[in-house]
């Protein structure tokens, strides 16, 4: 089986900080890309980031120059550091990744992480 694991979600003030954490565990032989989504109320799931085994990126034009994607190959691991936080921002947020097995790849995804943001 294999697990995302996502953290790092809280109460922040707009113009605040947040660092969302997502760990991947199980069998698997690699990670291909890796990615977040949010989900606000009343609203459909949207594609916030993503980036590639080797570090490529994409970005929603609701949050360039205020999120940055990352990832640790080594630790299995994306990061989303969330700056300048606005109310618009809250949503519960979830990491998905393209598990790499012999043959197929299959997509999984996190159970999510509230963040909110308070004006």
């Known amino acids: 089986q294999v697990h995302l694991v996502e953290s790092g979600g809280g109460l922040v003030q707009s113009g605040g900080s947040l660092r969302l954490s997502c760990a991947a565990s199980g069998t698997f032989a690699s990670i291909n890309t890796m990615g977040w989504y949010r989900q606000a109320p009343g609203k459909q799931r949207e594609l916030v980031a993503h980036?590639?085994?080797?570090?490529?990126?994409n970005y929603a034009d609701s949050v360039k120059g205020r999120f940055t994607i990352s990832r640790d190959n080594a630790k299995n691991t994306v990061y989303l550091q969330m700056n300048s936080l606005k109310p618009d921002d809250t949503a519960i947020y979830y990491c998905?990744?393209?598990?790499?097995?012999?043959?197929?790849?299959?997509?999984?995804w996190g159970q999510g992480t509230q963040v909110t943001v308070s004006s």
């Open positions: 998905n990744a393209l598990m790499i097995f012999v043959n197929v790849e299959r997509i999984y």
């Open positions: 980036i590639t085994k080797l570090g490529g990126t």
